[in-house]
């Protein structure tokens, strides 16, 4: 019997002063014809921390036991390191890989990666088909169903896809600062181009 999945993206979800910023920068890019824009209602600022395929009857624990893990989890701060387009026309902002955050994500897909039964995402399989993973993500998405898991974690945010790579796309850019203290984890239904296209669930970090 097949089972029933959709596609998750469990996220640092920034705060609203971040969040207006970042949908500030992607309307920029709407004149660009970016293939999203951010807007807090159909596509959401995050940072990713775990993107992949669960069978549909475990989103409930899997709710849980993010809500149990971020009660475990206090506040830390993540710093904005500059300004990147890759060649595939995303435009984002990278953060720095601090130890806080590398741990939350291990916390992360070790807790989940057993509900996600072995299922990896269509576009994956694709992209991994065509040659466009390195070994070490192809490992990673046999493993855990995410390519940027351990060393190939790259925690963004994205403000725009563009069909094509554009040397003068970061200019659009003001200089701002993109840092700030994370507080709440996110359990979002995963759109196109690697979006929090709807949210499930939102979870506080400890104050305590």
């Excluded at 995303?90 to 916390?107: A, C, E, G, R």
């Excluded at 925690?155 to 970061?170: G, I, N, Q, S, V």
Aim: proline share 4%; glycine share 6%; charged share 25%.
């Amino acid at each position: 019997m097949k089972c029933e999945s959709t596609s998750l993206n469990i996220e640092i979800s920034p705060p609203a002063g971040i969040s207006q910023r970042a949908i500030s920068v992607s309307q920029a890019f709407k004149s660009r014809s970016s293939l999203f824009v951010l807007d807090n209602k159909n596509y959401f600022p995050h940072i990713s921390l775990y993107m992949t395929e669960f069978p549909l009857e475990n989103i409930k624990e899997i709710s849980k036991n993010l809500k149990q893990l971020a009660s475990e989890t206090k506040p830390f701060i993540i710093e904005s390191t500059g300004y990147k387009q890759d060649n595939d026309g995303y435009i984002y902002v990278s953060y720095q890989i601090s130890l806080k955050i590398k741990k939350l994500q291990t916390d992360i897909v070790k807790l989940l990666n057993p509900l996600r039964r072995g299922l990896i995402r269509k576009n994956d399989k694709l992209r991994i088909r065509l040659g466009k993973y390195s070994k070490a993500q192809q490992k990673n998405v046999q493993l855990y169903g995410y390519r940027g898991v351990g060393n190939e974690f790259n925690p963004h945010l994205t403000f725009a896809k563009l069909e094509t790579f554009d040397k003068t796309a970061l200019s659009l850019i003001p200089k701002y600062d993109f840092s700030f203290e994370a507080s709440k984890i996110g359990l979002f239904y995963l759109g196109d181009y690697g979006t929090c296209h709807k949210p499930i669930k939102i979870f506080n970090l400890s104050k305590k």
